[in-house]
Every structure is written in C-alpha cells, then in structure tokens.
C-alpha cells in the first residue's frame, strides 16, 4: 500500500436546510450547520470526512462549532505533515486528546477516503467489506399523533425501506406504536428512545414487548451501561445501546455486562472508521449483530457508512436512507439513491462520489486552509 502525508487540510463549513423538521427527545432540527473536511495530500488528492454535529450539545458534548476548534488548534497540527502508512494509524495519533469523537471522526474519515484513493481502491474494499449491495432503514421523528405516524410509515413501506424505525419518548410511545402495529403486523419495527426513560419506567417499557419489536434503542441515560444491563434482563425485547458505546472498551464493557443484544454503530460516535471496524468485529465474534445509525449527514457522511456497512456483522438495515429524503440537493454527485431499500456500495476509489464543488460553495458560510502544524497548543 502506498502510504500518504497530508500536505493542507481545507475546513468548509456549510449550512443545509432538512426537507422538513426532524423531531427526537433532544429537540426539533431544521438546519443543520456542518464543518467538512477535505485533507489535500502531496500529489493533490482530496479525501472527504465532516462533523456529524448540531448546533447544540444534545446527543453529545460536541457542537459544530467546538469540533471545528478542536479541528484547528489540535487533531489537524497532530496529522498534517506526517507520513501516514496505514489509516488504522490515525486513531492512536488522535488519543491524547480525550473525547471529541465527532472531531476525531471528521480528519480520521477523511484520511481514509484519501488512503483508498491513493492506492485506486474503493473505501469498502480497504475497510473490508465484503457486500456489493446493502439494505437501508427509514428513522422517524415523533410525529404529532399516532394517525400521523401511520401515514408516514405507509409511505416508507411503499418505497421498500427494509426496517422502520421510529423515534419515542414519554407520552407518545405505547399509543403510537400501537397504532402501528395493527396497521402493519409483520414490517421490522424498532423504537429509539434517546435516552428519554429510567429505571423507574420498566413497566411501562415492558409493555412495548407485546409489538413485537427488533429493538428498543437506548431507552436509558446517555452514558449508562449498568441499568440497561437491569433492564435487559426484564425485557423479551432487545435492548440496542447507541450514545453509551464511545470505544471499543465501551463495547466490550456492555456485552460483558449484558447490557444490550444489539449495537448501533455510528462512526462520528466511537471516533472513526477504526473503531468502527474494531467494535464490528468484536460484536462479530461474540455473536451481536450491529447496524448504522444515521447522524443526517450530507452525502459525504452517508458515503462513508454505506462503505461500512457493506463488513459481514452489519446485519440489520441502517439508517442510511437516500440522499433525496433529506436534502433538496445533496453536494456529492451522484446523489445516494435507492432501489426497494437496497444501497449499491460504491466501487470507484474511496468514497465513490464526487464532491459537488458549485454546490459546495453556494452552500460555505466559511472557509479556512491549513498548511502549518502550527498551534497555540503545545503537542503532546
């Protein structure tokens, strides 16, 4: 493999506006600010990552505007510059700072789509992927009445999404997945509660056994492992942990624990593609199935987790839905499209899509290049 050195790295951040409001237990987003990340190696390929981020630090710590500052002044001085022979190398370079996956995961993802572009092979391919197609899911946010959740979930079915998940919180769970229920039996059913329950709500959470669901997706707190080990024990129901696994550690701990049956793996979440792949085959050699979970990325992002999703463990339809159910116009071409809930995985190298660069550019509120290592923060 030929080996790469970032020689600048391009920050852009840009504003997107969702088709229509997106509603969970944190809140209701409309526009979504995110910072990508183009690193330029020495023969000018470019390869792509962004922040999965929101204006608020709601799923996690992390906000747009606090990964782009830990972007500048200490993951990018950490890489730039420096000779790269294998990807896998970017997590531990990154480790001395602690936390800020999403920024780790936005520079980590962008050297991986340069590495596979440099050596002319598809992400996929260099992550170890084996699927040519994938299937996809369709997330939900609470709607306004079960009636309207139906119609929703009518609609997804219609267009062939191979798992319907819908998001829950208190006072609009029971009724609405009931009414979903009656209407359609046997379509894969999940709920994700975004950590919108406690301990004190087992009975109530134990009434959603009886919808047959594949999953309930953290019910419990952000950063717990040990009440959902409680609570699993209590359900028929699968426990799928989400914003508690950060790491590989964090996975280990959990399936030790018994904690969960399921885990979504997000690649802003656990800080990369590394660790993406760590966790899967971890998961893959206790027996647990994972998915990935959607961040409502641009193409970009969607890009890089179809190419994850195509490893053997990834069993359960993600949420990587198409382009067009998010973004009037996506900035990559072509744009993330689907056939009766089936992805293509991309075969060209790296990511497999283009940036839109025009696009790229109506949308930029701001741009920043960085050639220097240079920082106010002595490194470590």
């Known amino acids: 493999m030929k080996s790469i050195k970032i020689k600048e790295v391009v920050l852009h951040t840009i504003k997107m506006k969702l088709i229509a409001p997106f509603t969970t237990s944190f809140g ?28 608020e630090p709601y799923y996690n710590e992390e906000t747009t505007y606090t990964a782009t500052y830990m ?5 990018i ?26 920024a780790k995961s936005a520079i980590e993802t962008a050297i991986w789509d340069a590495f596979a572009k440099k050596n002319n092979i598809a992400l996929s391919e260099l992550l170890g992927g084996t699927k040519t197609e994938i299937e996809v899911g369709k997330s939900i946010g ?6 309207k959740l139906v119609e929703k979930v009518a609609q997804y079915v219609e267009e062939g999404f191979r798992k319907i998940k ?38 109530h959470l134990k009434k959603l056994d009886q919808y047959n669901l594949m999953m309930i997706e953290q019910p ?42 399921i885990i979504n793996i997000k690649i802003g ?61 996506d900035i990559i071409e072509p744009e993330v499209t689907m056939d009766h809930g089936i992805i293509q995985v991309q075969t060209g190298p790296g990511i497999g899509f283009a940036v839109d660069r025009e696009k790229l550019d109506q949308l930029t509120l701001h741009k920043e290049r960085i050639t220097t290592a240079d920082t106010v923060h002595p490194l470590p």
């Open 166 to 203: 819908v998001k829950i919180a208190p006072g609009a769970d029971l009724d609405y997945m009931d009414a979903v229920r009656k209407e359609f039996p046997d379509i894969p059913l999940m709920a994700d509660a975004n950590s919108a329950y406690t301990l004190n709500d087992m009975e």
């Open 220 to 261: 419990l707190a952000h950063d717990d492992i040990i009440d959902h080990a409680t609570l699993q024990e209590q359900l028929q129901t699968s426990v799928c942990l989400d914003e508690s696994i950060h790491s590989l550690e964090d996975a280990r701990k959990a399936l030790q624990l018994g904690s969960c049956r």
């Open 71 to 75: 972007l500048k002044e200490f993951l």
């Open 77 to 102: 001085p950490r890489v730039i510059h420096k000779m790269i022979q294998n990807p896998l190398e970017v997590h531990d370079m990154l480790t001395f700072v602690r936390r800020n996956q999403i």
């Open 142 to 147: 609470i709607q306004n009445s079960p009636a």
């Open 269 to 329: 979440r656990v800080g990369g593609l590394g660790e993406s792949v760590r966790i899967h085959d971890l998961c893959k050699d206790n027996g647990v199935p994972v998915w990935c979970g959607g961040m409502l990325e641009t193409g970009i992002g969607r890009a890089h987790n179809i190419a994850l999703t195509s490893l053997a463990n990834f069993t359960i339809p993600g949420d990587t839905a198409p382009s067009s159910h998010y973004w009037d116009e």
């Open 28 to 55: 209701t987003m409309q526009d979504k600010h995110v910072c990508l990340v183009e690193v330029i190696d020495e023969s000018g390929i470019s390869g792509w990552g962004e922040t999965v981020t929101s204006d």
